[in-house]
């Protein structure tokens, strides 16, 4: 009896293991790591428009391992793939993710201004896959191997797509080759300074032995200098402010803050580029102007400059590409940014110098604050804090005002993924080739959409973003980071996967 009970027992053991291995296979696919939308390692995601560095074509990109493995064009891959999963976007276009080198995440200390949660999910929802985050706004400021630790534990866990950090260059460690070293070593991608106050209390400003000594330190390194160039020269701002009637007005600003000032930083800088010249005592370090708004003296300068062989790129950014002074309310410090937004001519001779080639690339200069310091009661133009929020809305802010020039999809790629891969060091990113991270957007050039209050925006003070309120076109449908498909239609991934960029 007792033997009988045990053989019915034993024939039975196949099915159970069966069935136990369809649940587990079954289970396997639908409930993947938390890490992705999608539970497969090994795919194909195909389309009629793939940005690759050979141009636009129609076929699929093999994933393998969070790399790209093989690029199939749409003559060849039927033969191809057999009986891979392939995730279809039919017309919509396949593009290399974003690659923002120019965003404040506040975090650690002033996460109620944004966080690296909502700013990295409101990333993934607008098709950035690596962003680069700003040494000053946390608190402290980065500037040090000590705040850098900071940084890195306040993003373990927290990031749902890359995230690299710069750090500061300041007066405490600028004059400090073995500080600043040391800093380099534990792995900023590069520095940061600014040539006018911050705004920030720890994060004080350069002067340009500063500048010139930090470039030393860079090129054994080879890494970059990115300066926010402004500086401040006579007492325009404070006759401005005593006039409190006008502080309202968008030209009250604006007159505080002159293309000259600009201009004037730039000359300056351009004294010590000179040594970042092939066969200069700086050669292997590099300056790059972030947020360039003059598009006339300045980037005249700045052509000069790289022109005799200056190691020098130019940034700007989707706020200065798309609205011009003249159309900003009274009273809407949505728009108060430093340097300023200029006059419509201005932004004509952005775009002609963009897609000309003399500016290099975009980057979002993210820069929340929380609603209150915003001022928007009180519209005052020259108390309220400086800063866009547009993190989520770059990539649908550069098609929208982009496609009135001609603006072609190898040239976004170019401007927000391929040239800020190189200033960021990002070898593995930044094109759509074999060898490197899956990193890629899906989007959808043709759909538009109403950036209001129904809209899911992620980051965390969409009030106060300069773009609320505008219809936009090019939708994002899908982001995958390192192969993850972190973000699809409205759903992120459970898990918060990103990687911690250091240099090496
Ligand atoms: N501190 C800070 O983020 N400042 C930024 N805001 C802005 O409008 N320009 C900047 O440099
Ligand atoms: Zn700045
Ligand atoms: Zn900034």
Redesign the pocket.
């Known amino acids: 009896m007792e033997f009988q009970k045990r053989s019915f027992f034993f024939s039975l053991l196949p099915v159970i293991a069966s069935i136990l291995l369809f649940f587990l296979k079954f289970s396997l696919k639908t409930a993947p790591s938390g890490c992705s939308l999608l539970p497969h390692n090994h795919y194909w995601i195909s389309s009629k428009r793939i940005v690759t560095q050979d141009g636009v074509i129609s076929g699929a990109v093999e994933i393998k391992d969070g790399k790209v493995f093989s690029l199939v064009k749409e003559e060849d891959w039927h033969g191809y793939i057999r009986n891979g999963h392939i995730v279809d976007f039919g017309e919509a276009v396949v593009m290399p993710g974003l690659i923002d080198v120019h965003a ?1 995440l506040d975090d650690p200390g002033r996460d109620d201004w944004e966080g690296f949660p909502s700013g990295t999910r409101a990333a993934a929802a607008g098709g950035i896959t690596t962003l680069i985050d ?1 040494p ?2 946390s608190e402290p400021s980065t500037v040090s191997v000590e705040t850098l630790k900071l940084k890195m534990n306040a993003a373990k866990n927290r990031i749902f797509v890359d995230v690299g950090f710069w750090g500061g260059l300041v007066p405490d460690n600028a004059l400090n080759a073995t500080a600043l070293e040391g800093f380099l070593r534990a792995g900023v991608l590069g520095l940061k300074s ?1 040539m006018c106050p ?3 209390n720890d ?1 004080p400003m350069t002067n340009i032995t500063h500048i010139k000594e930090g470039l030393s330190v860079l090129a054994k390194f080879k890494r970059p200098l990115l300066v ?1 160039a402004e500086v401040q020269e006579d007492v325009v701002g404070e006759s401005v402010e005593d006039d409190k009637n006008d502080a309202r007005l968008y030209s009250t600003y604006l007159k505080t803050r002159p293309p000259s000032m600009e201009e004037t930083a730039i000359r300056n800088l351009l004294t010590v580029s000179e040594n970042t010249r092939a066969g200069g005592p700086s050669e292997g370090a590099h300056l790059h102007i ?2 360039l708004s003059d598009a006339q003296s300045s980037l005249d300068l700045l052509k000069k400059a790289k022109g005799r062989g200056d190691s020098i790129s130019i940034e700007t950014c989707p706020h200065y590409l798309s609205f011009s002074a003249d159309e900003i309310p009274d009273g809407d410090t949505r728009f ?4 300023p937004i200029r006059d419509a001519d201005n932004k004509e001779k952005l775009w002609e110098a963009l897609t000309g080639g003399d500016i290099d690339m975009l980057s979002s ?1 993210h ?1 929340p604050s929380l609603p209150d310091l915003k001022l928007l009661q009180e519209g005052d133009f020259l108390k309220a804090w ?3 929020s547009s993190l989520q809305y770059v990539l649908p802010a550069t098609w929208t005002s982009g496609r009135k020039y001609g603006v072609t999809l190898e040239q976004i790629a170019s401007w927000w993924s391929e040239k800020p891969a190189k200033l960021a060091g990002q070898h593995l990113k930044g094109s759509i080739a074999v060898g490197n991270y899956a990193d890629i957007v899906a989007w959808d050039p043709e759909s538009e959409f109403d950036l209001d209050e129904n809209h899911s925006s992620y980051i965390k003070h969409p009030s106060i973003s300069a773009y609320m309120g505008r219809k936009l076109s090019g939708k994002v449908l899908a982001t995958f980071v390192r192969g993850n498909l972190v973000y699809k239609e409205g759903e992120h991934a459970p898990a918060a996967c990103g990687s911690r960029l250091l240099a090496q």
Do not use: E, R
Request: charge should be neutral; hydrophobic fraction near 40%; include cysteine.
């Open positions: 404040h700003m000053l706004n600014f911050s705004g920030i994060f926010h972030v947020h108060k940014c430093a340097p200069d820069s400086g800063g866009i």
